[in-house]
């Protein structure tokens, strides 16, 4: 079955450098996620997107944006990194049904590395 | 928003116990609890989620309680074997945004 994929799997940047990080989720499902997380710590909720318009947002800096594209798959751009941004980042997609949370579907993961 | 403890940080176990994991969630309109394992540095995976309207699920070794009243869900795991030993995050959501807990991390000794 296909799974969420995620790209590209490990990164190294510089302080102040710029990433993108790209999720293509299951398809047919409707909802996109992003997650952080860092070393110890638990997945930290950044932004969602429901059929392509944002439908919740997080702790998400402001030099991080993200969008959905009219293919469904997602992209989180981050500016201006710091050393802090070093985690390894999540996408995760789900198919929500009426007033229900639906299971969501993870990828493998992007490991952020700034230097 | 919601906010998610969980207890304890770190759990060591013998080969064959049980293990006991613990959360609670203040938001009282939330109605989805999943249960993730998660090996370093590789991604969570379900192993059992519980919604509002159940108050027991099992699968095999694998059973979540829920008490709405009180707001806490509990994770249990019997027969508990090496290949149990990973990080579990409990969460809980509304409507499809999830909040982790802090994660437990379990040790499982042959």
């Known amino acids: 079955a296909a799974g969420v994929i995620q790209s590209p799997r490990h990164l190294i940047k510089e302080k102040r450098e710029t990433a993108t990080l790209k999720c293509y989720p299951i398809?047919?499902?409707?909802?996109v996620y992003w997650y952080q997380q860092g070393p110890g710590q638990d997945p930290q909720f950044l932004i969602s997107?429901?059929?392509?318009?944002?439908?919740d947002k997080g702790s998400i800096p402001d030099r991080f944006s993200a969008q959905q594209f009219s293919d469904y798959h997602s992209e989180l751009n981050m500016s201006s990194l710091e050393l802090g941004d070093s985690a390894l980042y999540f996408c995760?997609?789900?198919?929500?049904?009426?007033?229900?949370?639906?299971?969501?579907?993870f990828g493998e993961g992007s490991r952020l590395t700034v230097l | 928003g919601e906010n998610v403890e969980q207890h304890p940080s770190t759990l060591s176990v013998q080969e064959g116990d049980s293990a006991v994991i613990k959360c609670t969630y203040s938001?009282?309109?939330?109605?989805?609890f999943p249960w993730y394992k998660q090996e370093l540095g590789k991604r969570p995976q379900l192993i059992i989620d519980?919604?509002?309207?159940?108050g027991e699920k099992k699968d095999q070794r694998i059973a979540v309680t829920l008490n709405k009243t009180a707001k806490h869900f509990s994770l249990h795991i019997t027969e508990t074997q090496p290949e149990d030993s990973a990080v579990y995050f409990c969460?809980?959501?509304?409507?499809?945004?999830?909040?982790f807990g802090k994660g437990t991390m379990l040790l499982v000794s042959p």
């Open positions: 969460a809980a959501s509304r409507y499809s945004t999830l909040t």
């Open positions: 519980i919604r509002s309207n159940v």
């Open positions: 398809p047919r499902h409707d909802t």
């Open positions: 995760a997609s789900s198919l929500d049904l009426p007033r229900q949370s639906g299971e969501l579907f």
């Open positions: 938001d009282s309109a939330s109605n989805y």
């Open positions: 997107f429901y059929e392509k318009m944002q439908s």
